[in-house]
């Protein structure tokens, strides 16, 4: 079974920082693109960010450009995300899958930032 798990999530003053974690298994990770997606209530989820395979290329959406990392360690199977300056906008639900989208979405984890 292809599983992909966020956590790491949490409140958070603006400004702060929130490291998200990504376990994955069930599938050989090192073969897959890694995606951070993020989703607000009653809105479609969106890309933040995408880790290719053992090249470790990387992408990030404009909104979190320059503030986000994300990172990979294939022979522990996880992806991270480090979220800094963080603002109250980056507020969502953060989710990861392979990239394209082959798991199961999960339950997420929640990131709020707050005054």
């Known amino acids: 079974e292809v599983q992909l798990q966020a956590s790491g999530g949490g409140l958070v003053q603006a400004g702060g920082s929130l490291r998200l974690s990504c376990a994955a298994s069930?599938?050989?990770?090192?073969?897959?693109?890694i995606g951070w997606f993020r989703r607000a209530p009653g809105k479609e989820r969106e890309g933040v960010s995408c880790?290719?395979?053992?090249?470790?290329?990387?992408y990030y959406a404009g909104s979190v450009k320059g503030r986000f990392t994300i990172s990979r360690d294939n022979a522990k199977n996880t992806v991270t995300l480090q979220m800094n300056s963080l603002k109250s906008e980056d507020t969502d639900v953060y989710y990861c899958?392979?990239?394209?989208?082959?798991?199961?979405w999960g339950q997420g984890t929640l990131v709020t930032v707050s005054s």
């Open positions: 069930g599938f050989t990770f090192g073969d897959y693109a």
């Open positions: 880790i290719s395979t053992r090249d470790g290329s990387t």
């Open positions: 899958n392979t990239y394209p989208a082959g798991g199961s």
